[in-house]
């Protein structure tokens, strides 16, 4: 089959998937490399998608997304969990709360700290995009049989537990 002239100056998906081979093997960080391209064409569209059709920022969506899953936390711990800056984080947190799709609550043991809890508008809200972020997470994943999927998780579950350990070398 013939490529019009149009489409002769655009890979075709065998010739882009030998270049992003060529690239992603033939970096001296193959590893960490392969887990960024694969983790940012995962989180770039879907975020920028989010973003556009729901008006929330990025640090707005990592918020969310942790206060689903355990709230009462603080900014800090979104922080260090996340890795993102602190001064993005508190943004997007005074930016939930003025759109009241989170409450703060002055923490008990400690009135300099403060709480983090979903109002029923931000978990409303939490709910409208987190299919989009299931399914492409799903279609990302649709290479590999169950069987490589449990042992892809096991390992990544591992490589989480080992972050403290090997990003506490940045202190030194």
Request: charged share 35%; net charge positive; aromatic share 8%.
């Given at each position: 089959?013939r490529?019009?002239?149009?489409?002769?100056?655009r890979?075709n998906?065998g010739?882009?998937?030998?270049?992003?081979?060529?690239?992603?093997?033939?970096?001296?960080?193959?590893?960490?490399?392969?887990?960024?391209?694969?983790?940012?064409?995962?989180?770039?569209?879907s975020?920028?998608?989010?973003?556009?059709?729901?008006?929330i920022?990025r640090?707005?969506?990592?918020t969310?997304?942790f206060?689903?899953f355990?709230?009462?936390?603080?900014?800090?711990?979104?922080?260090?969990?996340?890795g993102h800056?602190?001064?993005?984080?508190?943004?997007?947190?005074?930016?939930?709360?003025?759109?009241?799709?989170?409450?703060?609550?002055?923490?008990?043991?400690?009135?300099?700290?403060?709480?983090?809890?979903?109002?029923?508008?931000?978990?409303?809200?939490?709910?409208?995009?987190?299919?989009?972020?299931?399914?492409?997470?799903?279609?990302?994943?649709?290479?590999?049989?169950?069987s490589?999927?449990?042992?892809?998780?096991g390992?990544?579950?591992?490589?989480?537990?080992?972050?403290?350990?090997?990003?506490?070398?940045d202190?030194?």
């Amino acid at each position: 089959m013939r490529r019009s002239s149009k489409d002769a100056t655009r890979p075709n998906s065998g010739e882009s998937a030998d270049r992003a081979r060529d690239v992603l093997g033939g970096t001296e960080v193959r590893i960490a490399y392969k887990m960024g391209y694969v983790l940012n064409f995962y989180r770039e569209p879907s975020f920028r998608k989010i973003e556009m059709e729901l008006g929330i920022t990025r640090p707005e969506i990592v918020t969310l997304i942790f206060l689903s899953f355990r709230e009462g936390v603080t900014a800090s711990e979104i922080c260090e969990f996340s890795g993102h800056l602190k001064a993005n984080i508190s943004r997007g947190i005074i930016a939930l709360e003025k759109k009241k799709l989170l409450r703060r609550d002055v923490d008990k043991n400690d009135n300099r700290r403060q709480r983090l809890y979903l109002t029923p508008a931000g978990r409303t809200l939490y709910a409208r995009y987190i299919p989009t972020l299931r399914e492409r997470e799903r279609a990302m994943l649709s290479c590999l049989s169950v069987s490589e999927r449990k042992v892809f998780e096991g390992l990544l579950d591992k490589l989480a537990e080992h972050v403290p350990q090997w990003t506490a070398l940045d202190e030194l």
